[in-house]
């Protein structure tokens, strides 16, 4: 292996089970029918990653818990360098590419090298995160099996380029040679480098290896003269890394300048007039920079600092050259708007990205009308701090609650998010502060039940909790005020998995009005199903009394699943819901609780039945069977007291999928 010195052994064992430990994500994982590489370069991969990784290990005598980025980064420079010198041309998506349909997407346009980059934004977006020398029991399991594994051989690469020498070869070299007759460290690594190197390079182990500190570099204001051009470079985060800056005359690359950690306070850069026409910072991505949407500055035309608008289908990864705006069809549907199609307009990109927006314009066939609506988002992170991120937030929304008659609601909102010192630990805080502004139209329809027309309520939720799979927890402490009415509202939630995959959860809901001049039950707490004046769940027939679509059951407030005759409370309402697991998706669930109304005694509720947990959050059917009604089950229309839960909104199916890496 090149750069890589003598082995100890002459013989290295390679077979499909080392590269099963340590594959090629996403290669790994695609059917040999639709793969868009030749098999005989997957197979030339393969043997690479486990061979490579097989010939370190057994060459590198270190603590691969504590010094596991050493493997890590050496492998993966290596990778880097080989595909560069064997497969130049070699895109990320490989021949899927070269289809007309999939050539104008950036994603078809990417690097095979790119994916390490991606891999560490990915989590960097995320404020997930870690230092490389962070010990390996401590990293999240993305981290530890791709995100830490690719910044590491990126780290190097970028070493490399920075040195623009043998230097990092010979380093890694020697410190191979060295582990043949003793157990080494970082710090001999570090020390060999050093030696070996004619720059400063503190930066790169406090900066790039000890910390997870988030590196942004941008293009701030041009000042022009007589004859030259002057444009200033900031520095967005802590960290002191160095960066090169590329100047460019009709897309010829003209020169390239390191700036070094020495230059970093207050730099800029001095070119004379019409020598360049756009200037790039670090124009590929061995760099684990946050952000490289700031990254280039064209120095022509009076909106020079604006990116053209680029429109694509679906999604794609981010393009830094322009603007990209993502649009595809959605179709929603409920009973008063009937079927919902929508044309979803929105920057979301395949890896998150501080700012995003969503545009949501809806025709309702059902009214046929207009509708929609709108989602406007920013992510102030702050990495390596305990309050680690506040998102601020604006929505809007604009359907039908009942026949002929819509609504408005806009709520602008903040959420402040803390963690453990621990990224790993599941436990999590938060604190989501909003204002929710309702305007509905009148509807004669609704005339019965006296419901306001225009409100706004205040709603302030702290919240904690542990998600750990065996065994898990949440508190929601939630106070409202509106001009009618001031509740406390509290919620714990508990489950927890047996070895024997046996599971029992417990939910207790207790909510108490603090004042209520309300004369109508539209702010009352809900047994059994919620009124939901907030506007927050998706109900498909929220003012359905009978039929269907009263069926429809979202666990919240009370959380009963049989229906009552009075099931609304004004002054309080305490619930205890349980249920315990039988066989696989079959569960038992049983729900006990009181609650009162102005000038009645209290009342006592309870309920049981059958469980069908098909998919959890996403298709759920509850089937009654005993409560203070009597024997459901005996009922001559027990259908209509089936309930069930169903949900069309497809991240909540996704997030199934994905929440096993975060």
Known sequence: MKNSGLQKKKKIIVSQVDYDRNPFYGLNQLPSFISPFPNSFLYELKFLKAYSQNYLKQNLNINLRKDHYLLNGIQNYLLINYIEENYPDLKLVGTLGNFKITKSYQLAKAEFNDQYFLAYLLMGRKNLDQSLTESRENLVKFNEQIASRYKAGLTFKFL??????????????????????????????????????????DWFFNEMIDSNKQIDYAFGRKKEEKNTITIAVKNKSESMVPFMV???????????????????????????????????????????EINNRNNFKSLKGFLSSNKPFKFAFIRDIENAKYNQVFYYPEIGYNVYDGAIITLAL????????????????????????????????????????????????????????????????????????????QIKENKSKSLFLRQ?????????????????????????????????????????????????????????????????????????????????????????FGLDRPKDYL?????????????????????????????????????????????????????????????????????????????????????????????K??????????????????????????????RKWF
């Open 160 to 201: 490399s380029k920075y040195l623009n020498n043998d230097a990092l070869d010979k380093s890694i070299i020697q410190f191979l040679e060295i582990n043949k007759t003793r157990f080494t460290t970082s710090k001999d690594f570090e020390t060999i480098l050093k030696s070996n190197s004619k720059e400063n390079l």
């Open 246 to 288: 590329t100047g460019y005359k009709k897309r010829t690359k003209v020169f390239e300048k390191w700036i070094k950690p020495h230059q970093l306070k207050d730099t800029s850069i001095t070119v004379f007039n019409d020598s360049i026409d756009r200037l790039a910072i670090n124009r590929d991505n061995y760099f684990t």
């Open 346 to 421: 929105n920057n979301r990109s395949l890896i998150e990205r501080p700012f995003t927006y969503n545009l949501s314009p809806s025709y309702s066939t059902s009214t046929q009308s207009i509708t929609g609506a709108t989602y406007f988002n920013y992510v102030f992170n702050s990495p390596n701090k305990r309050f680690f991120q506040t998102r601020v937030s604006f929505t809007s929304a604009y359907f039908h609650y009942i026949e002929n008659a819509s609504y408005l609601r806009i709520t602008p909102s903040v959420l402040f998010r803390f963690r453990e010192n």
């Open 436 to 524: 929710i502004i309702v305007k509905k139209e009148y509807s004669p329809l609704a005339v019965n039940d006296n419901s306001p027309l225009n409100y706004s309520v205040f709603d302030a939720r702290f919240a904690i909790g542990d998600s750990e799979t065996a065994q898990g927890y949440g508190v929601l402490t939630n106070l409202q005020f509106g001009d009618k009415f001031g509740k406390l509202i509290s919620e714990v939630n508990y489950r927890k998995l047996f070895e024997s995959n046996y599971q029992i959860g417990f939910r207790f809901y207790g909510g108490l009005f603090l004042y209520n001049n309300s004369n109508t039950d539209y702010f009352s």
């Open 535 to 627: 506007f927050d769940y998706q109900f498909y027939g929220r003012s359905e009394s009978s039929g269907f679509f009263s069926q429809q059951i979202i666990i919240a407030e009370g959380g009963f699943k049989s229906k009552f005759v009075n099931p609304y409370a004004n002054q309080w309402m305490s619930t205890l819901n349980i249920t315990s697991s039988i066989w696989k998706w079959i569960q038992l669930y049983g729900d006990i609780g009181a609650y009162k109304n102005k000038g009645l005694n209290p009342e006592f509720v309870y309920d049981s039945g059958i469980h069908f947990n098909l998919v959890p959050d996403y298709f759920e059917i509850y089937c009654p069977v005993y409560s």
């Open 629 to 658: 009604n009597g024997w459901e089950i005996a009922d001559k229309n027990y259908g209509e007291k089936i309930r069930f839960q169903f949900t069309l909104n497809p991240k909540i199916l996704i997030g199934i999928f994905t």
